[in-house]
Structures are given as structure tokens and as C-alpha cells.
């Protein structure tokens, strides 16, 4: 399985008959989903915490943290796809409607190698 070769959609049917094998519906609400997905995004960030840029890039080329670090995208990523595989959201349409919005709000010929916020609103 590959990114290539993989859509959101096998993946959200995965991540169903993962859940409903396991009969976890009444675990997963939107609020239990979100916090899953902010739990699992902090155990991400656990990896990089203190570290400056050469260790980050260190780390990343080590074989066995760089496997925790995907393992733990992984966490991430299926919290997402059940969230959105729950209630309906079509992570694609979501994505390019954002990016859409993301490009008007952070212009290229204003914030090409910049990253401080916007200060406008779109």
C-alpha cells in the first residue's frame, strides 16, 4: 500500500471495519475523535521537543525513531480518517477548499520565504 497508489476513501474503509470489527461507534464522537487526534498529534510532537534543526534532521535519519515518528502519523491519520469517515467529510474537498482559502490569505509575492502570519483577513 502505497501513497501512490492508495485513496482517502480505501483508507476510511479500512479504518470502518477496523472500528466497527471492534465495536467502538459509541466511543467515537466528534469530541473523542478530535481529542484523539490532538493526543496522538502531541506523542508526535514528543520526538521533536528541545531539539534544534540538525537534531530533528538527525533523528529523522535514524531508522528506528524515524519509524516511531511514522508510526505515530499513522496514530494521527487515523483519527482523521475515522472523523471524517464518521460524519461525512470528504477530506479531499476539505483539503482543496482550505488550500484554496490558505492561498488567498498568505499570497505568494507577500509571503515567499516568510512564515509570520497573516495580519488581513480573507
Not at 471492534?22 to 521537543?49: M, N, Q, V
Not at 471524517?84 to 507577500?110: A, H, I, R, W
Request: aromatic residues 10%; contains cysteine.
Amino acid at each position: 500500500m502505497a501513497d501512490s497508489l492508495t485513496t482517502f476513501e480505501e483508507l476510511k474503509t479500512q479504518v470502518a471495519q477496523f472500528c466497527e470489527q471492534r465495536d467502538w461507534d459509541p466511543f467515537h464522537s466528534a469530541k473523542d475523535l478530535a481529542i484523539g487526534a490532538i493526543t496522538e498529534s502531541a506523542e508526535l510532537l514528543e520526538h521533536f521537543r528541545f531539539l534544534d534543526g540538525g537534531q530533528v534532521e538527525a533523528l529523522m535519519g535514524h531508522p528506528e525513531k524515524r519509524q516511531a515518528v511514522g508510526e505515530e502519523l499513522a496514530d494521527v491519520l487515523f483519527f482523521l480518517l475515522r472523523f471524517s469517515q464518521k460524519y461525512e467529510l470528504d477530506l479531499s474537498t476539505c483539503f482543496k477548499e482550505k488550500m484554496t482559502k490558505n492561498g488567498k490569505k498568505y499570497p505568494v509575492e507577500e509571503f515567499r520565504g516568510k512564515n509570520h502570519k497573516s495580519q488581513h483577513k480573507v
